[in-house]
Each structure stands twice: as structure tokens, then as C-alpha cells.
């Protein structure tokens, strides 16, 4: 029975200490992650969109703001006034509904006693003719907020360049460390071999120990690769704008597609296309209706005007009330010249957007350019290190079997290693940079990843 007892207790503490241990060191697990997945997490984690999208709103504003211009202005005032000015007092007094002929008799009309008056005054404007400055302002408005949405497209557009771009340094990271496995592996056997024939007498000591240096060094690359896939991933992370220390099992796989591209349509659709250019043009058709706004000021304008007055002695009362309706034209003769430098400034702002887009568009036209170019380098580039690698890889076959006949020396051996690791390093990475290019060249011309 104590036996039993002292098994049960032994299996509960057990127990406890296992389950304690995986609660407080819980196990990390990598969430599996498409390039369409990462983009759109970074649509909805990226700071800096959220910026711009931020951004957006406050462009939207110009417009509301403009039609607000249209609609009538209501004002509601409290104004106090102490006086003793003769016709004012009278006036007041009139005003409150509280004048009687016999306090007029006791009173010295040139001396009256002050008077104590608050009025209340709701006013409604209501502008009919501003010279244009409403229909240039709301047509201003509306460029600015069509903008500022072509400004988001192109942010969007960046992030998902930048996350593609992160995500394919991922892979290739992986790919190395995938490539630097397969090449210790080989050079260990290599070692192996080394090592029987150096036990046999069949080489020297120098050669072994040149053999394990280089699998050093081959190890040590090893490493270091997997510390790069450690950053890659930190970085992808960081512009998707999550958790740096979330783990991702990246699932896409991108190959070699050669395709044909006509620079003179590229260019065009770049044209057509990209949203920071599309941006550029409104905020030049912004700047030409700003022109219309500030011209205003040569023009004359009219309001309808109408206002409810309530006058009393206390605060807050209604005793007297009356009401006005005027119609107000009024036409400025001279400001200081303000307005001339309103539309001179307006003038030279509208100048330099135009040539900003001049520049914009000869901008990107040498982008497209230089993307194509640096596809068909890299394209080029693949080719040549794809041979190379594999005339390497024949070598390496060829000189296995020399040395494993005496016929080749150690060193020769590993020269052939090295020479098929650089192969096969440099075939990876032309791959990914004509990966990236392609990427490039699609976000010059405007197109989504």
C-alpha cells in the first residue's frame, strides 16, 4: 500500500515538473507563408502605409473643404455693449422695446445715464457670385483627392515590391544554406577519403590536413549562411511590420521563365500607368485651378445676408428682437497688391509642378530602361554561370575518379571543390537577381507584384 502511494506521488511531481517545463518553454512553431500572404500582411501591419494612408484622409479633406463654400455660413454671436452716447442709448433702448415717451421727458437726451445692452444675433451668409474662386476651389479640391489616392497606390505598389523583394532574400538565403549543406557534405567525404589514403601511406600529412582545413572553411561559410537565413528573415518580418521573432516556412518556389519585353511598349505602360505619375498630373491640375482661386480676387462678390437680433439689459434675454436681410455686393479697389501676389505665386507653383512632371516622366522612362537592362544582364549573367556550373560539376566527377586512381593530387581535388562551390554560389545568386529584376522592372512600369 505505501508502495502504491509513494509510485502515485513520485508520477503527480513528475508530472508536474514535465508540464511545468513545456508552459514556461513553450515550443516554437513556424507558420507557413505565400508571397500573396506576406503582401497582404504587410498591406495591413506596414507602418508606413499606415503614413500614407493617413495621408489619403487628409487629402480627401480638400475637396469637402472646397464644396463647404457653397453652403451657407451660420454665426451665432454675444456682444455686450456699455454706453452713454446719446444716439446710442436712444437706439438701444428702442432696440429692447423699453423706451416710453415719459422716460425720454426725465431724461437729458445730451446726458443720458448709461445703458447696459447684450445682444444675441444669429447671421446667415450665403455667398451668390465669389468671381469663381468656389467652382476653381472644388475642382482643385477634387485633383488633390484624387491624388492623394494615387499617392496610397503607389505606396501599396512599394510595399509590395519590398516585401517580394524580402521574401525571394529569404529564399536564397535558405537556397545557400541548402547549397553549403550539400557542399561540406561532399567535402567531408572528400576528407574521408583523404584520411584512408593518408592512413594507408598512400599521401602525406600536409595534404590531409589541407583537406580538413578547407572543410573549415567550408563550415564556417556553412554558418555563416545560416545566420544570413536568420537575418532575411528578421528583415521580411520588419516590412511586413510583424513580430521579428514570429518564424515563417516560406512555400512559393520561383524558377527561371525567360520571356521577350519590347521596350517601347514598356515605357508606355509606365506611362499610362504608374500612380506616382498619375499623381504628379492631378496636382498639376490643382495648381492651374489654384490659379482660377486667387484670380478671384479681381472679381466681385455678392452675398445674401440675414440676421435675427434679440437686445436686452440682462444676459441671456430676448425682450427685443428684429431682424435685417441685406444683399452685399463688394468689389476690393485696392489691397496692397496681395492678390497680384497671390496669383504670381500660384502662377509660379502650377510653372514647377509642370516641370516636375517634365522631369517625372523623362525619369521614368530612363528607369524602365535601366530595369530592362539589368533583366537581360541578369538573364545573360544565369546562362553563363548555369554552364559554368555545370562544366564544375563535371570536373568535380572527373577528378574524384582520377583520385581514387592516384592519378590526382589532393589539392587539385580541392580546387575542383572550391571552383564548383563558386559555381554553384554564383548560378544561385544570378538566379535571384534575375528574380529581383523581373520584380524591378514590373514596379518601374507600375504593374502589381
Not at 520588419?238 to 512559393?252: A, R, S
Not at 572527373?398 to 581514387?404: A, F, N, W
Amino acid at each position: 500500500m505505501q508502495m502504491r502511494v509513494k509510485l502515485f506521488l513520485f508520477m503527480t511531481i513528475g508530472f508536474g515538473i514535465f508540464a511545468n517545463a513545456f508552459a514556461t518553454s513553450p515550443m516554437k512553431t513556424s507558420q507557413k507563408l505565400t508571397l500573396k500572404q506576406a503582401i497582404r500582411t504587410a498591406f495591413e501591419s506596414s507602418p508606413y502605409l499606415k503614413a500614407i494612408q493617413s495621408e489619403r484622409d487628409t487629402g480627401q479633406t480638400y475637396q469637402d473643404e472646397a464644396k463647404g463654400y457653397r453652403l451657407p455660413q451660420v454665426d451665432v454671436s454675444e456682444i455686450y455693449i456699455r454706453t452713454n452716447s446719446p444716439a446710442d442709448v436712444f437706439g438701444l433702448q428702442l432696440s429692447q422695446e423699453k423706451f416710453s415717451m415719459e422716460d425720454f421727458a426725465m431724461t437729458d437726451a445730451n446726458h443720458p445715464s448709461p445703458i447696459n445692452d447684450y445682444v444675441t444675433q444669429l447671421q446667415i451668409s450665403q455667398p451668390l457670385y465669389m468671381g469663381g474662386e468656389i467652382k476653381h476651389g472644388i475642382l482643385a479640391g477634387e485633383k488633390m483627392a484624387a491624388a492623394s489616392e494615387k499617392k496610397l497606390d503607389r505606396a501599396r505598389q512599394d510595399v509590395s515590391f519590398q516585401t517580394t523583394r524580402a521574401y525571394l532574400n529569404v529564399l536564397l538565403a535558405e537556397r545557400y544554406v541548402e547549397l553549403m549543406d550539400s557542399v561540406v557534405s561532399t567535402v567531408q567525404k572528400h576528407v574521408e577519403s583523404a584520411q584512408a589514403y593518408f592512413d594507408t601511406g598512400f599521401i602525406m600529412e600536409a595534404d590531409l590536413l589541407q583537406a580538413k582545413v578547407f572543410l573549415g572553411q567550408m563550415q564556417q561559410h556553412q554558418i555563416k549562411a545560416q545566420n544570413n537565413v536568420r537575418l532575411a528573415m528578421a528583415f521580411l518580418s520588419n516590412v511586413m511590420g510583424t513580430d521579428q521573432k514570429q518564424e515563417y516556412k516560406l512555400t512559393d518556389v520561383f524558377t527561371y521563365q525567360p520571356q521577350s519585353y519590347d521596350l517601347k511598349l514598356l515605357v508606355q505602360s509606365g506611362l499610362e500607368s504608374r500612380p506616382d505619375l498619375e499623381e504628379m498630373r492631378l496636382k498639376v491640375e490643382a495648381a492651374k485651378q489654384k490659379i482660377g482661386v486667387e484670380k478671384a480676387g479681381y472679381k466681385p462678390k455678392v452675398f445674401l445676408v440675414g440676421q435675427l437680433n434679440y437686445h436686452d439689459s440682462n444676459f441671456g434675454g430676448f425682450e427685443g428682437d428684429s431682424y435685417k436681410v441685406m444683399a452685399v455686393a463688394k468689389y476690393n479697389l485696392f489691397n496692397g497688391k496681395r492678390t497680384r501676389a497671390k496669383v504670381n505665386r500660384a502662377k509660379s507653383q502650377y510653372e514647377s509642378y509642370n516641370n516636375y512632371l517634365t522631369q517625372m516622366e523623362n525619369g521614368i522612362q530612363l528607369q524602365i530602361k535601366q530595369a530592362l537592362f539589368r533583366l537581360q544582364e541578369a538573364e545573360q549573367r544565369y546562362k553563363v554561370a548555369k554552364l559554368s556550373y555545370k562544366q564544375a560539376k563535371e570536373n568535380v566527377i572527373l577528378r574524384e575518379e582520377r583520385y581514387k586512381k592516384g592519378v590526382e593530387k589532393t589539392t587539385d581535388l580541392l580546387d575542383a571543390d572550391t571552383a564548383l562551390q563558386q559555381a554553384a554560389t554564383n548560378k544561385l545568386h544570378a538566379l535571384f537577381d534575375y528574380l529581383k529584376a523581373e520584380k524591378n522592372l514590373n514596379y518601374m512600369i507600375g504593374k502589381d507584384q
